[in-house]
């Protein structure tokens, strides 16, 4: 039974942080990439981040490269969006999928996401 399982969203204040993590079960994440996305209210759905499993390449979307870090921790099964310098145009719900042993846009599975709200 494959999941993925996101936590860590909640209210910062701009420019605070938040790290957001990802709980993977029913296969080893060492062979998968893992995508993080997002989606405002009245927005299109939006490619954050994207670790693939080999050699844990990484690629960010412009709007968030310098502030977010993803990484992986393979004996826990778990991936990590690390967010720095919060603004509010930064508020969505955050999601996690897979899509394979690639980064594309073509999920197989998806988390119910975690809510991060930027605001004063």
């Known amino acids: 039974q494959v999941q993925l399982v996101e936590s860590g969203g909640g209210l910062v204040q701009p420019g605070g942080s938040l790290r957001l993590s990802c709980a993977v079960s029913g296969f080893t994440l060492d062979d998968y990439a893992i995508t993080w996305l997002r989606q405002a209210p009245g927005k299109e759905r939006e490619g954050v981040s994207c670790?693939?499993?080999?050699?844990?390449?990484?690629i960010y979307g412009d709007s968030v490269k310098g502030r977010f870090t993803i990484s992986r921790d393979n004996a826990k099964n778990t991936v990590y969006l690390q967010m720095n310098s919060l603004k509010p145009e930064d508020t969505a719900v955050y999601y996690c999928a897979t899509s394979g042993r690639i980064c594309r846009d073509e999920y197989v599975y998806w988390g119910q996401g975690t809510q991060v709200t930027v605001s004063s």
């Open positions: 670790i693939s499993s080999s050699v844990g390449t990484t």
